[in-house]
């Protein structure tokens, strides 16, 4: 004979194995997926340094630039900014720093502004007393917060490009 308890746990795992059955049947793709880089509506601007490049490769590995020639263009400005995380009175050679990298991009056609906005992100890393592991750990985590930015304002194109008809 079974128990209450044991009917409600078969009644469940029945519902969640039907449920992931018709699930399964979806064939909806996310926006973070990765099965490959989807086309955009827009040229990018030439990189003016090194971070902008960086932006521009993470960004075109998820949404290749236009080949038309008329296309918007999509030009970034990038600023970043390093700061010792947390105040202390311990002496340590280890030193927690936090990037900030902010993105003011903007999209143009001709002369008219189709779009403009602003994305900021964060990347932490730690220095171990020397220049190299200071210099290394900033260039690295400034890469890496360009590269969030880049995949936060593609996620705000794709949204973008979603609500117009």
């Known amino acids: 004979m079974w128990s209450p308890d044991i009917k409600r746990r078969f009644t469940a ?11 399964a049947g979806c064939t909806l793709a996310p926006v973070h997926s990765t099965a490959g880089p989807q086309t955009g509506p827009y040229r990018y601007a030439a990189p003016d340094n090194r971070l902008e490049q ?3 490769q993470a960004l075109s590995s998820s949404l290749t630039p236009s080949a038309d020639p008329l296309a918007p263009v999509l030009d970034v400005q990038l600023a970043v900014s390093t700061a010792e995380v947390g105040v202390s009175d311990i002496d340590s050679p280890v030193t927690d720093r936090q990037v900030t990298a902010t993105a003011a991009f903007t999209i143009t056609e001709g002369e008219s502004v189709l779009r403009s906005d602003r994305r900021t992100t964060t990347a932490g890393y730690r220095t171990a007393g020397s220049s190299l592991s200071r210099d290394a750990g900033a260039t690295s985590a400034s ?3 360009v590269r969030a930015l880049a995949d936060s304002v593609r996620l705000a194109l794709l949204a973008d490009a979603a609500r117009t008809p």
């Open 13 to 23: 795992l029945t519902l969640a194995i039907i449920g992931t059955a018709l699930v």
């Open 54 to 56: 960086v932006f521009f």
């Open 143 to 145: 890469e890496n917060a």
